[in-house]
C-alpha cells in the first residue's frame, strides 16, 4: 500500500502544481479585470476558449463564476497546504487533501451537470474539464488514506492511551 500512495501523491502532486498556476493566471481572468493580466495571459485565454468552444469561459454564467471564486478562495490555498504536505511528509495532508477532494468533486458535478445538461459542450471540451473529476475522486481516496504505517505521536509520545500507575 505505502507505494501505491506515493504513486498518488506524485500524480497528485503534478496536479496540485498544474492548478497552483493555472489558477490565479487564467481562471482568475474570469473574476478580475482583463486589464490586471498580461497580455499573453489573456490571449491563452482566448484562444484556449475558441479552440475548445468553451462557453462557460466566454459567456461567464453566474455559478461559474462562483465556481470560479471557490477555486481562488477555497481550492487554491487548499493546493498550496497539499503542496507542502506531500513535499514535508506531513501527517495532516490526508486531511486536507479529503477536504480538496471533496470541494472539488461537488463543483465539477454541477459543473459536468452544465455542460452534458446544456448539449452545448462539445466532446473535446467534455474530455477537458472531465480529469478534473478523476482528480477530486483521487484528491477524496488519497484523504481516507493515513499517512504511513508509523504510530501517530503527540509531540515526543506515542499518542496510544497508556495504562496509568497506581
Same mark, same amino acid.
Given at each position: 500500500?505505502?507505494? !501505491? %500512495?506515493?504513486?498518488?501523491? #506524485?500524480? !497528485?502532486?503534478?496536479?496540485?502544481?498544474? #492548478?497552483?498556476?493555472?489558477?490565479?493566471?487564467?481562471?482568475?481572468?474570469?473574476?478580475?479585470?482583463?486589464?490586471?493580466?498580461? +497580455?499573453?495571459?489573456?490571449?491563452?485565454?482566448?484562444?484556449?476558449?475558441?479552440?475548445?468552444?468553451?462557453?462557460?469561459? /466566454?459567456?461567464?454564467? *453566474?455559478?461559474?463564476?462562483?465556481?470560479?471564486?471557490? +477555486? !481562488?478562495?477555497?481550492?487554491?490555498?487548499?493546493?498550496?497546504?497539499?503542496?507542502?504536505?506531500?513535499?514535508?511528509?506531513? *501527517?495532516?495532508? *490526508?486531511?486536507? %487533501?479529503?477536504?480538496?477532494?471533496?470541494?472539488?468533486?461537488?463543483?465539477?458535478?454541477?459543473?459536468?451537470? +452544465?455542460?452534458?445538461?446544456?448539449?452545448?459542450?462539445?466532446?473535446?471540451? !467534455?474530455?477537458?474539464?472531465?480529469?478534473? #473529476?478523476?482528480?477530486? /475522486?483521487?484528491?477524496?481516496? $488519497?484523504?481516507?488514506?493515513?499517512?504511513?504505517?508509523?504510530?501517530?505521536?503527540?509531540?515526543?509520545?506515542?499518542? #496510544?492511551? $497508556?495504562?496509568? $500507575?497506581?
Amino acid at each position: 500500500m505505502g507505494i !501505491l %500512495c506515493k504513486v498518488v501523491d #506524485m500524480l !497528485l502532486l503534478v496536479a496540485f502544481m498544474a #492548478m497552483l498556476v493555472a489558477g490565479p493566471l487564467i481562471d482568475a481572468q474570469l473574476v478580475l479585470p482583463e486589464a490586471t493580466f498580461p +497580455e499573453v495571459l489573456v490571449r491563452l485565454k482566448q484562444q484556449y476558449a475558441e479552440e475548445y468552444q468553451d462557453y462557460l469561459m /466566454v459567456e461567464k454564467p *453566474h455559478f461559474f463564476v462562483a465556481l470560479v471564486w471557490l +477555486e !481562488l478562495i477555497f481550492q487554491w490555498p487548499l493546493v498550496l497546504l497539499n503542496i507542502y504536505g506531500i513535499l514535508a511528509s506531513k *501527517h495532516w495532508f *490526508h486531511t486536507t %487533501c479529503l477536504i480538496y477532494g471533496a470541494s472539488v468533486i461537488t463543483a465539477m458535478t454541477a459543473l459536468l451537470g +452544465e455542460l452534458m445538461g446544456s448539449q452545448k459542450a462539445s466532446d473535446k471540451l !467534455l474530455t477537458v474539464y472531465s480529469p478534473f #473529476m478523476g482528480l477530486g /475522486v483521487l484528491a477524496f481516496l $488519497r484523504g481516507l488514506v493515513p499517512n504511513s504505517g508509523k504510530a501517530q505521536t503527540i509531540g515526543k509520545r506515542p499518542a #496510544m492511551a $497508556r495504562e496509568k $500507575r497506581a
